[in-house]
């Protein structure tokens, strides 16, 4: 076939300049566009169908190159032979009594990831995942217990929230955009992972979820939530400007030493004086500090005390986790009276201490319960073969 039959942007390239289907999925535009240019796309049109290519992704959700219907057809085959846009296999999807519902995805290599979506009256959350495994070694938090395996990137981080509305139904439709009836509203990310560790990945994922002319989620609505990767705290405000969450869950270095080893790098004193720093911090945009309940360990008036006087100064809510329980687990939830007792001191002190409801605990989708089902199986399978 000749350069003139086909549309007058684009032009034939050996298809051996690819030679093995490359995802578009977590391209920033510039590399889409010159994904496209490699492709046989003249430079002059590229911008604009890169553009174009863009919005059938990510505005529209399509999968198939051959639906972009305002891309002539020798372009969409071409784009069919060298790129795809398919997201990753959900291995089970399981819907709670409450209505969370928990996806594992298997993603390149075979490995498997969680999201979790989570519906209230008005907002839907959906929490995603940066990493596979994880290095911290929280030792309340069930996820901690998997080595990390690698870094997400940041396809497959945008991935998740692409397929989470492919469930929930809610890309535009033939009528057009679906006005009022989103149901994925914010994003947080609080899955398997330190989102801090794999910052570029995670960056240019939220970038493209942020994006007005595709899957336009505010980035007010985005929380990133970290251990304390004290470097990357401020640069995380100024490159991605997501509100922030911080993984805190102890007053005194040497209880948070335990619950969260990386204080041990960073201690609470550095963590806090980095915090101060965050862009955009304001009353509007809050640092939520999270805080999980231990019976005994993290939970007493001395703590909700100290807790009080270490933020002060930070515009802040914190937000008050009953532990959720996992097989193995050496921590209890910390009594209900116990945690209204302790949410009544950092209420009196004027800071916004809501107890987090918990949610998915029958499917195991609750706040710290998060860990692929791939490790778990596997070494179930370990298990009967030594027998």
């Known amino acids: 076939m000749s350069d003139a039959s086909i549309s007058p942007d684009f032009k034939t390239v050996p298809r051996t300049i690819i030679e093995t289907k490359q995802s578009l999925l977590g391209l920033s535009r510039d590399a889409l566009r010159e994904k496209l240019i490699e492709v046989g796309v003249k430079e002059k049109q590229a911008k604009m169908r890169a553009s174009q290519v863009w919005q059938w992704i990510y505005q529209k959700g399509v999968q198939d190159f051959m639906i972009m219907t305002n891309l002539s057809k020798e372009f969409r085959t071409t784009m069919s032979e060298h790129f795809t846009v398919e997201r990753p296999e959900i291995v089970t999807l399981q819907k709670s009594i409450d209505g969370t519902r928990k996806y594992l995805l298997r993603i390149a290599g075979g490995h498997e990831v969680e999201a979790v979506y989570i519906p209230d009256e008005n907002r839907g959350t959906l929490c995603i995942s940066s990493q596979v495994g994880c290095t911290l070694k929280c030792t309340f938090c069930h996820t901690g217990t998997q080595n990390l395996v690698r870094n997400l990137t940041a396809g497959e981080i945008v991935a998740q929230v692409m397929v989470a509305r492919d469930d929930l139904d809610e890309w535009p439709n033939d009528s057009g955009p679906q006005i009022g009836r989103r149901k994925i509203t914010n994003v947080v990310l609080m899955g398997m992972g330190e989102p801090l560790y794999n910052f570029e990945n995670v960056r240019d994922a939220m970038r493209i979820v942020m994006d007005n002319e595709g899957i336009s989620i505010s980035r ?168």
């Open 220 to 387: 007010r609505r985005i929380t990133l939530s970290t251990s304390g990767v004290v470097p990357e705290i401020v640069r995380a405000g100024e490159e991605i400007g997501c509100l922030l969450a911080v993984s805190f869950h102890a007053t005194t270095d040497d209880v948070r030493d335990i619950l969260v080893p990386i204080n041990k790098k960073w201690n609470i004193a550095k963590l806090l004086d980095t915090l101060k720093q965050y862009p955009r911090l304001s009353n509007s945009e809050r640092i939520t500090f999270e805080y999980v309940m231990l019976k005994d360990v993290n939970d007493s008036d001395d703590d909700a005390r100290r807790l009080v006087r270490l933020v002060s100064g930070i515009p802040a809510k914190i937000n008050l986790i009953p532990f959720n329980p996992w097989p193995g687990s050496n921590y209890t939830r910390s009594d209900w009276d116990r945690i209204e007792a302790f949410a009544a001191i950092v209420n009196d002190a004027g800071y916004a201490s809501p107890v987090r409801t918990p949610r998915g605990e029958d499917i195991m989708a609750a706040c710290g319960q998060l860990k692929s089902a791939s490790e778990k199986i596997r070494k179930s399978q370990l298990k009967k073969e030594k027998v």
